[in-house]
């Protein structure tokens, strides 16, 4: 969809390929070429090459976000330098460009404050939602009701999975899953069908809240980012003329680049708000989130992350004292593992080296996993809505027997001696110390783990000074439970999270080996808990610094710095053996088209000519209008080369690149002459910068809009005051590894490939993002490797 590098389909034949379609499209081309204007045969000779490119690239334009199989663009992140831009900016006075920067920081402000309040808001009805449903199933269990509390923790979870099945599958598909992949492809430059909608976002919090108040073993956590990324993005729509919601200043923000840098702060931000951890948030943005940075992007997103900090502590503070119903007696997401002894010896790094060894092993079998339920899920959830929700009912009662059937496997404990009567059994909705179906003085400890939220089920295995709690054979059934639960609850049509099923399945697994080690170790059970979920979380999402200190910051345990930085590195380095991180699994598998910091080897065989693809359909400086509608009936293409030709220049030069955005923008001014004269003062008066500027979701001129009467079409429009006279450029001898780092570093949409040598058309092709993919170079030299090996 990018350009006319590619033969682009309409949506109807998206999925159509071979000869048919190109035969097809050739035809159209002949006629195209036969109403080219009135130019001599020595100009249609030079223009030809260029028509004549049979090489076209069939990469998929389709991807799958969310649940929903969704059209993609890129995004525009280059700054289009046409007269028009080049005139406002420099009748922008120093008072402007002030408002411009303040501006940015009141945005960043108020990222800051809606994504704190939504963290809040989704914590708040979350551990209200979920504790008076525990509370109901322990009060049942405490009056020898068992197969009522069954029949309760059942319909109430079956009643919550529906409600978020129902707004996924029939509101807003894309809300569906973590989030994290398809914010990750935004800020890469790929743009979706509403990915970053309001009904996205309604759907992402609440979907979220009924999710995971369900009793699925899903987190909160990686929703959160896409919650806080749709934010940043109503933010920075521009406003909205419908509603009578514009101002002047907001103006500046109707563009792809800073859009992109609002939403790096909205990611940040849900990070921060998820875990309460602002520092985390910002290296999180940094290492997995964003593709392109910089050292003013970091102030900003620090800035932004310390603000949601600020309102998670004031509204835990309010709460604390009870007024938030159940809500707010434990802190936000924090396990404090303080207490416990933190020195270590020589035998403990064995231990944590060996809990970095299978925790790779453990994350990459689970990436395995993941990929195949992924692609088993899809097939039913293209049947139709109706599937969705069942198949997510399905997995909701499958997820409420093993929650309430498994503890029943659990032999009752005898009450430590050491502690009061009424922290043991556990009365209310939490604690260490579980009731269920045990007598008086005894406790269930894998019903503390299961009948409990997420959070507080961690929070139970991070506890120090417990090293006798649980059994081994309750650490073993609740990490197998867990790790087959998140495997097949992810993917399904709700909002859901991969932190916490990873964080539970990998602490599990470390307080195991916490305890198998007993005497030998001089480090507390809780603490292996910890490197456990590091080492899990490290094997699956292969990210180092960020994870690092999110668990610091949710841990409060400075001290436990270097192991953790050592199971992490350890378990990272054993996983990418394997396979890749889930996240850059997810988007592949999405078929999103994400382009890596690096280019693949093979690359350096070839060179930019090799992959160009067309056909390439140019403009004339003065273009006549029928032309032009032809093309963009023709096309789907989004970028156009403009060729000045003689008598406008001695010979045929390329004047620039002109998006169809702002082509179908000026047909609607209808500034148009009868004569092929250059006509860019009128253009320049008629129109203002701001009228080309980039339209919030969904709107912007469409080429149904346009109402272009027959006499019209054979008149002429001047494309000069539109044209981006400044496009990157590369010769097409350039090497196509060193042309994809470029494009990806410059966060480029499209990349004119020039001749070397003269003589030639001005032009030789476009790359695009497409144009890089390993499908479409593999499919036309599958050779190259086995060369480069």
């Keep these: ?10 949506e109807n034949d998206i999925e159509v390929e071979g000869g048919g379609h190109n035969g097809s499209f050739e035809s159209e081309r002949r006629k195209f070429v036969e109403r080219m204007g009135s130019g001599t045969s020595e100009d249609h000779n030079l223009r030809e090459p260029l ?49 411009y920067v303040v501006l940015k920081w009141t945005l960043a402000l108020l990222i800051g404050v809606l994504t704190g309040l939504a963290a809040v808001f989704c914590n708040f009805f979350v551990e209200n939602i979920a504790g008076f449903k525990l509370l109901l199933i322990n009060n049942l269990m405490l009056n020898d009701r068992h197969f009522m509390g069954f029949v309760a923790n059942t319909s109430i979870n079956l009643g919550l999975a529906i409600l978020a099945a129902i707004l996924c599958a029939y509101i807003a598909p894309a809300a569906a899953g973590s989030g994290i992949p398809e914010v990750k492809a935004y800020l890469n430059g790929i743009d979706a069908h509403s990915i970053l909608a309001p009904s996205t976002l309604f759907v992402k919090i609440f979907g979220s809240i009924f999710g995971v108040a369900a009793g699925f073993v899903v987190g909160k956590e990686g929703p959160m980012v896409h919650t806080g990324a749709c934010i940043a993005n109503l933010l920075g729509q521009g406003g909205s003329k419908k509603y009578h919601l514009t101002w002047r200043w907001l103006r500046y923000f109707k563009n792809d680049r800073d859009r992109r840098d609002l939403i790096t702060c909205g990611a940040a931000a849900g990070v921060a708000g998820a875990f309460r951890a602002p520092v985390g948030g910002v290296l999180f943005a940094l290492e997995e989130a964003a593709s392109w940075w910089r050292s003013a992007l970091l102030w900003r997103t620090f800035f932004t992350t310390a603000v949601v900090a600020v309102v998670l502590r004031g509204f835990i503070e309010f709460c604390r004292s009870g007024r938030c119903g159940l809500f707010g007696q434990g802190g936000l997401i924090m396990f404090d593992v303080n207490s416990a002894k933190n020195s270590y010896s020589s035998a403990d790094l064995l231990a944590v080296i060996f809990l970095g060894v299978i925790g790779g092993i453990f994350g990459s079998f689970y990436n395995y996993l993941v990929d195949k339920v992924l692609r088993t899920y899809s097939i039913i959830n293209e049947r139709g809505p109706i599937f969705k929700v069942l198949l997510v009912a399905a997995v909701s009662l499958l997820t409420s027997c093993c929650s309430y059937g498994l503890p029943w496997l659990s032999h009752c404990i005898p009450c430590p001696s050491y502690l009061e009567a009424d922290r043991c059994p556990t009365v209310g909705r939490s604690g260490n110390y579980k009731n269920f179906q045990c007598p008086a003085g005894h406790y269930n400890d894998l019903a503390s783990l299961f009948l409990n939220t997420n959070d507080d089920a961690i929070r139970n295995l991070f506890s120090s000074g417990t090293s006798k709690e649980f059994h081994l054979s309750t650490l073993l059934v609740f990490f197998v439970a867990i790790y087959c639960l998140g495997i097949i609850t992810y993917g399904i049509a709700v909002p859901s999270g991969l932190f916490i099923p990873v964080i539970l399945a990998g602490a599990s697994y470390g307080r195991l080996v916490g305890n198998l080690l007993g005497a030998l170790s001089g480090l507390d059970a809780g603490l292996f808990a910890l490197l456990g979920a590091a080492s899990f979380l490290g094997g699956t999402m292969r990210m180092t610094v960020s994870l690092c200190v999110i668990l610091l910051e949710l841990t409060n345990n400075l001290l436990m710095l270097p192991l953790v930085m050592l199971v992490l590195l350890i378990s990272k380095t054993v996983a990418d053996s394997f396979n890749q991180g889930v996240y850059d699994q997810i988007v592949k598998l999405k078929g999103l088209p994400y382009l890596e910091a690096h280019a693949e080897p093979y690359m350096k065989n070839l060179v930019a000519s090799d992959v160009v693809s067309g056909p390439l359909i140019t403009f004339s400086g003065v273009e006549k209008v029928g032309n032009i509608m032809h093309a963009l009936r023709l096309t789907r293409h989004n970028g156009f080369p403009v060729i000045d030709e003689p008598p406008l220049t001695p010979a045929p030069e390329l004047c620039g690149l002109v998006l169809r955005s702002h082509l179908l923008v000026l047909l609607k001014g209808k500034k148009f002459t009868k004569q092929k004269t250059m006509a860019g003062s009128d253009i320049m008066r008629r129109f203002k910068a701001h009228d080309f500027a980039k339209a919030g979701s969904g709107k912007g001129v469409k080429l149904e809009d346009l109402d272009i009467e027959e006499e019209e079409m054979e008149m002429f429009v001047d494309l000069h005051p539109i044209t981006n006279t400044s496009p990157y450029t590369v010769v097409e001898t350039m090497s196509l590894a060193k042309a994809a780092v470029l494009f990806r570093q410059l966060a480029l949409r499209h990349l004119c490939v020039v001749p070397k040598t003269p003589g030639r058309p001005p032009i030789v092709g476009i790359l695009t993002r497409h144009d890089f993919m390993p499908e479409h170079v593999l499919g036309l030299y599958p050779h190259v490797v086995n060369r480069h090996k």
């Design 1 to 10: 969809m990018d350009h006319g590098s590619r033969g682009d389909r309409e």
């Design 51 to 99: 028509l004549l490119k049979c090489r076209t690239n069939t990469t998929s334009q389709i991807a799958i976000v969310g649940a929903n199989i969704s059209p993609i663009e890129s995004l525009d992140y280059e700054i289009v330098e046409n007269e028009l831009f080049k005139q406002d900016w420099r009748a922008r006075r120093k008072v402007e460009i002030f408002q």
